[in-house]
């Protein structure tokens, strides 16, 4: 070690000042910046891994991990520390600071890291002494307030009683309980949900056997008397910390009239917090608090609650900005794409319609993951998708926990845009071969999926679309792809019905029959995947439940919905029998 690193390890572990990890390797930077020997590395990475990394990506199914990950230019994943820094130079360099150093932060540090990382970094397992020296070190930490923040004291007590505990130590756990206790007593504040509570989660939740039944009583008494306070004045959000682990506390128990309870105290503070809330907000927390009624199986009040989100959502869609964009496209190359479009005659051109305007899912994604890379924060919180009356009718995670989706949300959204590309085709088709309704009809009816006695109410769901008088198109056509869709779903030896709750038979959905591992096998993933956000599900279009249910406006019964659903039907107009 060069001398200036020498001064500051003297200085470090004699201090009793509070500290970090981080601030401590702050300092460790800046003195050992040109120093590559191998016990400079030991010290710079030994505070520069975070901890609780186990359940995280790209970790090392360790406690401490990577401080940074990242995917260089060359496509590599990179990080930083990097676990092939660690050998067996450096992890008997930490055992031997761990008992030279008189800090206990450090100690801990030290300790933990060779505890942790010797059997992954070095493939040798470390004695077990190391891990009470770790534990008691944790211990000092946090009963002599040496750490600069209190979130970080919970972390180091948590950690200390799980190691305790998996070595089996009785003694060494039930002292890390007496210590988490007082902790939390020193630093629990009301409005502060992450400084209280984690006492009952670890040690009451968690089940732990040698709880006494004092300790037990104090950590439930506790979190009741946090409940009492928070329900009154404070966030909601700092009230449901305390009522969620109670209630499931009380459920695990069979305390029903208990679980209630505390849940409706929950449930008013949220309901009593609306008053006055933007309506976009409010409908989002009862939307929340519904969500918590239904898991308890508080029926009742949730239908309630379901009434004021209704009673929300006018005044939701009222507060809503609408965005639009524009874009150019010249004359000349729109000409040459409809020309394109509609060569070689009718049915080719019906054909190219139909292949042209499907989707292609992996490309969707890919943009997607693009979109979230240059614009994280759009992608990390939830959506929530409402209809034209305000009601929530689909939430939609952040991209990692939901990737499909995001996915099903932008194809919607480019669907949109491909509309005005529909649109022009099919004009331009009609202009060039001027088909009527019976043509149109006899070119659909090639295909075995449609049956010969629907064909009047085929051809006069096609006589509207070309007369424009989508609402009745609609109407006729979308029950007509669903029968098309089941007969398919027949032919190829798939079942369509499936007995319900009278002990009788019924037909399958409609999102039912799309997901049948038939359907993609004629169609392919991506036409499946089509159908079903064009058709039967919430998070897209939902045209064929919107419009069967009698929840789409007159608004919705337009040129590009009427579009879409007769470009579903030249799709399954594309299926043929074999040698056909």
């Known amino acids: 070690m060069n001398d200036e690193l020498v001064r500051l390890m003297e200085e470090l572990d004699n201090s009793k000042e509070k500290a970090s990890e981080h601030s401590i390797s702050s300092k460790i930077n800046r003195a050992t910046e040109n120093d590559q020997s191998t016990k400079a590395i030991a010290e710079r990475i030994a505070f520069g891994f975070a901890e609780e990394y186990t359940d995280k990506p790209n970790g090392w199914g360790t406690y401490f991990g990577p401080m940074m990950v990242w995917v260089g230019d060359d496509g590599k994943a990179y990080e930083s520390p990097s676990i092939a820094l660690v050998t067996k130079e450096i992890v008997e360099h930490w055992k031997v600071r761990s008992q030279e150093t008189i800090n206990p ?13 010797s059997e992954a970094a070095v493939e040798e397992k470390p004695d077990y002494r190391i891990a009470i020296d770790y534990v008691n070190a944790l211990l000092d930490v946090t009963d002599n307030d040496l750490y600069e923040h209190s979130t970080e004291a919970i972390t180091k007590i948590t950690r200390a009683f799980k190691v305790a505990s998996s070595l ?22 009301d409005d502060k949900a992450g400084l209280w509570g984690f006492c009952f989660e670890l040690f009451v939740l968690g089940k732990y056997r040698d709880l006494s039944e004092a300790q037990k009583q104090k950590i439930v008494d506790d979190l009741e008397s946090r409940l009492t306070h928070v329900s009154k004045g404070h966030s909601p959000w700092v009230c449901e910390s305390a009522a969620i682990p109670l209630a499931t506390y009380y459920r695990s128990k069979g305390m029903s009239d208990e679980v209630t309870r505390v849940i409706e105290v929950v449930g008013n503070c949220f309901e009593d917090a609306c008053e006055g809330l933007a309506p976009m907000q409010a409908s989002s927390w009862l939307q929340h608090v519904h969500d918590i009624y239904i898991s308890y199986n508080m029926i009742e009040s949730a239908e309630r609650v379901s009434k004021k989100i209704s009673e929300v959502g006018p005044s939701v869609v009222e507060s809503m900005q609408e965005f639009s964009h524009s874009m150019e ?14 060569e070689d005659g009718l049915h080719k ?18 943009q997607v993951l693009d979109l979230a890379r240059n614009h994280p924060l759009t992608y990390l919180f939830t959506k929530t998708l409402q209809d034209h009356k305000g009601r929530p009718v689909a939430t939609i995670g952040g991209v990692e926990e939901d990737l499909e989706g995001n996915v099903i949300h932008q194809l919607s959204q480019n669907m949109n845009v491909d509309s005005s590309f529909l649109r022009h085709s099919f004009n331009k088709a009609t202009v060039v071969y001027e088909f009527d309704a019976q043509e149109l009809t006899k070119y659909i009816f090639q295909s075995p999926i449609f049956e010969e006695s629907k064909k009047d109410l085929v051809h006069a769901g096609v006589q509207a679309y070309l007369d424009e008088d989508y609402i009745s198109a609609i109407h006729i056509l979308v029950p007509q792809a ?9 032919l190829m030896g798939g079942a369509t019905l499936r007995k319900n709750r009278q002990g009788g038979l019924q037909l399958r959905t409609f999102d039912d029959l799309l997901r049948d591992e038939r359907v993609e096998a004629c169609f392919g993933t991506d036409s499946s995947f089509y159908f079903r956000i064009l058709l039967t599900d919430q998070r897209g279009w939902n045209m064929r439940n919107d419009v069967c249910h009698g929840i789409s406006p007159v ?16 799709c399954l107009a594309q299926v043929r029998e074999k040698n056909a």
């Open 168 to 189: 089996n130590n009785k003694e060494l756990a039930e002292r890390c309980v007496e210590s988490a206790i007082k902790l939390e007593d020193r630093i629990a504040e």
């Open 349 to 366: 051109t019906l054909s190219r319609i139909a292949a042209q305007f499907i989707p292609k899912k992996d490309q969707v994604e890919q």
């Open 482 to 490: 669903e029968a098309a869709m089941r007969t398919l779903v027949e």
């Open 555 to 570: 608004g919705a019964f337009n040129y590009s919905t009427a579009d879409r659903i007769m470009h579903v039907v030249l």
């Open 105 to 117: 932060l450090m100690k801990a540090r030290y300790a933990g890291l060779v505890w942790d990382l």
């Open 329 to 342: 496209i010249p004359k000349e190359k729109l000409d040459a794409y409809l020309e394109s479009m509609t």
